[in-house]
């Protein structure tokens, strides 16, 4: 079944699942910022968003209530090489953009 859904729609899908389960996401649980550049959901186990916020693809999907096949259409993972470059740099921008935003609120 093929998608309906742009790699921009499924990054918000992800996010909409994600940031209520890991707030500060873009910090890989709180410890260390996620390198924007070394995101590449042709290899979500190891370079994914879910393997750089939670240390491990299924541990992210495992929290996040995700099954692993339903993982691309949150854009956790690519279903080609193709679909890896339209959602690698969405994830990027969002990482930067939440990390900015995040720094430019004043104190409550």
Same mark, same amino acid.
């Given at each position: 079944?093929?998608?309906?859904?742009?790699?921009?729609?499924?990054?918000? #899908?992800?996010?909409? !699942? %994600?940031?209520? &389960?890991?707030? #500060?996401?873009?910090?890989?649980?709180? *410890? #260390?910022?996620?390198?924007?550049?070394?995101?590449?959901?042709?290899? =979500?186990? *190891?370079?994914?968003?879910? /393997? &750089?916020?939670?240390?491990?693809?299924?541990? +992210?999907?495992? !929290?996040?209530? !995700?099954? =692993?096949? %339903?993982? =691309?259409?949150? +854009?956790? &993972?690519? %279903?080609?090489?193709?679909?890896? /470059?339209?959602?690698?740099? +969405?994830?990027? %921008?969002?990482?930067?953009?939440? #990390? +900015?935003? *995040?720094?430019?609120?004043?104190?409550?």
């Amino acid at each position: 079944m093929p998608f309906t859904y742009t790699a921009g729609e499924r990054i918000a #899908r992800g996010l909409g !699942v %994600l940031a209520p &389960a890991c707030p #500060r996401w873009w910090t890989a649980e709180g *410890h #260390r910022p996620i390198d924007p550049d070394a995101i590449d959901l042709a290899d =979500p186990e *190891h370079a994914g968003i879910l /393997a &750089a916020i939670y240390g491990s693809h299924e541990k +992210g999907l495992r !929290v996040l209530h !995700v099954p =692993p096949d %339903l993982a =691309p259409e949150f +854009g956790f &993972a690519a %279903l080609d090489a193709r679909d890896a /470059a339209e959602l690698n740099p +969405g994830w990027r %921008l969002t990482i930067i953009t939440s #990390r +900015g935003e *995040h720094h430019s609120r004043p104190p409550h």
